[in-house]
């Protein structure tokens, strides 16, 4: 079984010259395909990028329901459905908008052909309905290119090295796209229901600005904490292969966010790229740890071997030999964690386990701040003003990330993205 | 362009052994997989047969009315769909009720794999929506089976000899059955929504009767005169490679109707296999028609040319230097036909067209007339002593077809089966 991936080892095809600079893969969510007259002004939107000398590629999700619905029909086939079966099912959803729309184009005058996963050369690893890319074989891809079509590909699917129908999970469409963009030498527009990335979720946040740019790195700790418009899989991929970013809406022509390397970005001005907030995560404390070598790891490792994915962790100073080990983690994954807890618990001498989902995480993400000391101490200081208690703290060298209560975290976004708004302001060159 | 039909020409795979004797292709059309209930049916009639000891192939057809929703997709897109776009779309249905039923057969606790028909080796011709096979290379279907896996095959689409998926037309599940039995060296069941194939359609003929057997060729004569049961088509593909084919019910357990080699019936009880009957044809008379040589002929190239189907045609004897020219076409050919024929007779010096849409045919079919004199007579007889008139009047070897008035057509049915009924009691052994 290959386990080199495409988002680990750079893979380069041999027999193919470098592709003319002039690329441009866009791809287009669920909600920008969900019907045929969406389709269309997909199809009207890849013909004028045609039309004004690019070499395109369209990657489209499945439209609308259509994933969710086969999806249903397997879970009402079969309590577990197979992993290579589930495949081979839910990776039509793709065939059929891309077929749909090489039929736009071509009313609309111009060539266009699409593409399955397995015919655009995206080969991936053999673990069916999360495969990872593990090359991209892009010999049609130039041959296509070169006759002048406008190329459609299925995205979220690919064919493994043993020649199964692939899907890559979550983010797999927008992987797709950029694997492309990277195997072409060309620019990835990923066009979707927002406008861009922004300085804090606007629906929350009172005076959120969209981000012109924003550094890969950047983008991957506000994925992780929490954003929604781009998932880190993808801005990994693109970041390692210099692939340039641009976040826009599917739904009018106005510029979005740019995620690019970090040399492109003014610095100065660049203290931070927004707050970010999530939900999704619980916290647990283990009580009265002993303090012995080897307990945390134990723990840890336990938990990783289960598949939960743990976020923040933090260990206060040991006093009188025993001391708290706290953590998040997805509440989705507190089922598993739970006893394997319990029973460690038990085994290490500890005083018990518990449990808390009414928390959240508030981060503030800046490349800039790095250089600029003072940072954190401006966020805590914010939170305390608006008497906001922070139970975790946890940083990186472009991140600070705060827990606290569930009931508190919008105001604690505002309230740390009001703080830092004069940077923001700067930044957007507002 | 590839030209060679697996319909015309034998191809045999030279690196494939021949397959062990007991392999069984089942085939199960659109209303036999309706829902997820009706697939695990057919997933555990395929058990069964695995149990039984055989090598099984299923062959599944879309659900219900999956892919006439693609189809009023793809119309929804395009006024004119293009013809590879439209393949990769409509291709779709076929592999989710194949996927899903792998995934049911593998909570029965067998293995089950389902393939696409590129996958399954069906390669065919470069015709978009219409493809006709031209080799089977089973050596993945070989493999499969040795491993001991009921291998589901997506029916009705193959892969051209130029790569791209290709659907294969009305019977094209049908045709991907018998194909694939022929390559494995297998029997061919057809499971299908009526019990088999009988003396007349049993919705119009009191008495009708089933039948335990068909010579391949009564199977064609009736396919081609209105039995809807089997087209032609596939019946074709066995009768060149000797494929045994059982129609049967998807709905119970009963033996169907075996369509196999003459042969292998008794013929001297064979004399009828069925009579049939068909509205779906009109017919064109073209009056008055200057009788020199080659007239008939510029007709029939045009109306071919122009793809229309012609099907009965009669020439009178000629009258005073002119004669008539009738023959029968299907009524959707219509719109086709007339402005060519209109032409063609001012250009000719006939008298004029006429249309009447307003016949049938009806048809009595047997291996065994053509060593019993007078089966024709006895069919005219019989009509005429139902008071029914006999418009045209075609024969085969081992056909009798006579186009009546098309509100006549059920009392004439009854009354030749009537005049038969001896001889089909006989031959099905009532």
């Known amino acids: 079984m290959t386990t080199i991936s495409y988002e680990a080892v750079p893979t380069v095809e041999g027999d193919v010259a470098a592709a003319p600079g002039n690329t441009l893969v866009m791809k287009f969510g669920g909600t920008s395909v969900g019907d045929t007259q969406k389709i269309r002004d997909v199809a009207r939107r890849l013909v004028t990028a045609r039309e004004a000398g690019q070499r395109v590629v369209g990657v489209l999700s ?49 060539e266009a052909v699409s593409l399955t996963g397995s015919q655009a050369g ?6 069916h309905g999360k495969a990872k890319i593990v090359e991209v074989r892009a010999r049609r891809l130039h041959a296509e290119l070169d006759r002048d079509q406008i190329v459609l590909v299925a995205g979220f699917q690919g064919v493994s090295t043993e020649l199964e129908v692939t899907t890559l999970g979550r983010g797999g469409s927008d992987a797709t796209a950029v694997a492309l963009a990277s195997a072409l030498g060309g620019a990835c527009e990923i066009y979707t229901d927002v406008e861009g990335v922004f300085t804090a979720d606007p629906r929350v946040v009172a005076g959120a600005l969209k981000l012109p740019k924003v550094s890969y790195e950047e983008m991957l700790e506000m994925a992780a904490t929490g954003a929604r418009v781009m998932m880190a899989r993808s801005v990994e991929i693109a970041r390692r292969y210099g692939v340039p970013l641009h976040v826009r809406s599917a739904f009018g022509d106005s510029e979005g966010t740019w995620i690019t390397k ?46 939960v994915n743990i976020d923040m962790i933090v260990q206060n100073v040991s006093a009188e030999g025993a001391t708290d080990i706290s953590f998040t983690l997805p509440k989705t994954d507190l089922p598993a964690a739970e006893p394997i807890l319990e029973m460690l618990a038990a085994e290490i001498g500890a005083k018990g386990v518990v449990y808390d989902p009414d ?72």
Request: overall charge negative.
């Open 62 to 110: 499945a439209m609308g329901d259509t994933t969710d619905d086969l999806i249903r029909l397997a879970h009402e086939m079969s309590p577990k459905p197979h992993p290579r079966e589930y495949d081979m099912l839910v990776s039509v959803g793709e065939r059929i908008s891309n077929a749909l729309c090489a039929m736009a184009i071509r009313d609309l005058g111009h």
């Open 262 to 307: 970090e040399e492109n970005l003014v610095l100065e001005k660049a203290i931070i790229s927004g707050v970010t907030h999530d939900t999704s995560e619980a916290k647990a404390t283990v009580l009265a740890v002993p303090d012995r070598p080897g307990i945390a790891a134990r723990i840890f490792r336990a938990l990783a071997d289960a598949g």
């Open 122 to 127: 995206i080969v991936t690893d053999t673990f």
């Open 359 to 430: 928390v959240a995480k508030v981060s503030l993400i800046g490349a800039g701040m790095k250089s600029h000391p003072g940072v954190a101490a401006d966020m805590f200081e914010a939170l305390g003003e608006a008497g906001i208690n922070i139970e975790i703290i946890s940083t990186s060298s472009i991140r600070v990330s705060c827990v606290v209560r569930a009931t508190e975290v919008e105001r604690a976004v505002q309230a740390v993205h009001d703080r830092f708004r004069g940077y923001a302001e700067e930044r957007v060159g507002a």
